[in-house]
């Protein structure tokens, strides 16, 4: 699978059920290739002009499924909601 299939993709929750948005970016080591985390930006502020407060960094090792159209998760948002470091 490569990155641009996994921005198609709907990440979502499966403690509560919510959805977190597609994801934007992937970190990933460079010396191993392997990737560390999945970057989902957060809701945007005002009418989405403003920006984003926050984005989520889910670690790679709470997802628990990829499928065809979603990526499954198990974490904890408080824990992997960060501030965004752009606007």
């Known amino acids: 699978?490569?990155?641009?299939?996994?921005?198609?993709?709907?990440?979502i929750?499966?403690?509560d059920g919510e959805r977190l948005g597609n994801v934007c970016d992937v970190d990933f080591d460079v010396k191993t290739g392997r990737i560390l985390s999945l970057i989902i930006p957060g809701p945007c502020k005002v009418?989405?002009?403003l920006g984003r407060d926050y984005e989520y960094?889910?670690?790679y090792?709470?997802?628990?499924?990829?499928?065809?159209?979603?990526?499954l998760v198990d974490?904890?948002?408080e824990k992997c909601r960060q501030?965004?470091?752009?606007?």
């Not at 090792?61 to 990526?71: L, Y």
């Not at 501030?83 to 606007?87: E, I, L």
């Open 13 to 15: 929750n499966v403690c």
């Open 75 to 77: 974490v904890d948002i």
């Open 1 to 11: 699978m490569r990155v641009c299939e996994l921005r198609e993709k709907e990440v």
């Open 57 to 59: 960094i889910i670690p």
């Open 61 to 71: 090792e709470c997802v628990k499924r990829i499928g065809t159209d979603v990526i």
């Open 83 to 87: 501030k965004c470091k752009f606007d």
């Open 47 to 49: 009418f989405g002009i």
